[in-house]
């Protein structure tokens, strides 16, 4: 069973950073081949996509979050991270990770979910 789990939420100020881990364990999952995202839910919100890595080392940002946030895998420890700079109170919400072969853009598109971590920005 293959499962995923989140870390490095937290409180930060206004303009603060923060760096989420997602790690994966599980006999049969390998992080080569697989897609990786990032989503984020913020109270009475919908999910809603932050980033996605491919496989091929692409990776791609909601626009609210570009030039901000930095996606990076290390496929050799099944782990991925979500480096997140000059965070605003918008950001606030739960991270999600999520891992799928035919990851996109969609909550759909992806076949593991952790189980978030609380991300709280605060001024």
């Known amino acids: 069973q293959v499962q995923l789990v989140e870390s490095g939420g937290g409180l930060a100020q206004v303009g603060g950073s923060l760096r989420l881990s997602c790690a994966a364990s599980g006999r049969t999952f390998s992080s080569y081949g697989m897609g990786w995202g990032w989503f984020r839910q913020a109270p009475g919100k919908e999910r809603e996509f932050v980033a996605v890595?491919?496989?091929?080392?692409?990776?791609t940002y909601a626009d609210s979050v570009k030039a901000r946030f930095t996606f990076s895998r290390d496929n050799a420890k099944n782990t991925v991270y979500l480096q997140m700079n000059s965070l605003k109170p918008e950001d606030t919400a739960v991270y999600y990770c999520?891992?799928?072969?035919?990851?996109?853009?969609?909550?759909?598109?992806?076949?593991?979910w952790g189980q978030g971590t609380q991300v709280t920005v605060s001024s």
């Open positions: 890595s491919w496989s091929a080392g692409t990776s």
């Open positions: 999520a891992a799928g072969r035919y990851a996109g853009l969609g909550p759909s598109t992806y076949d593991y």
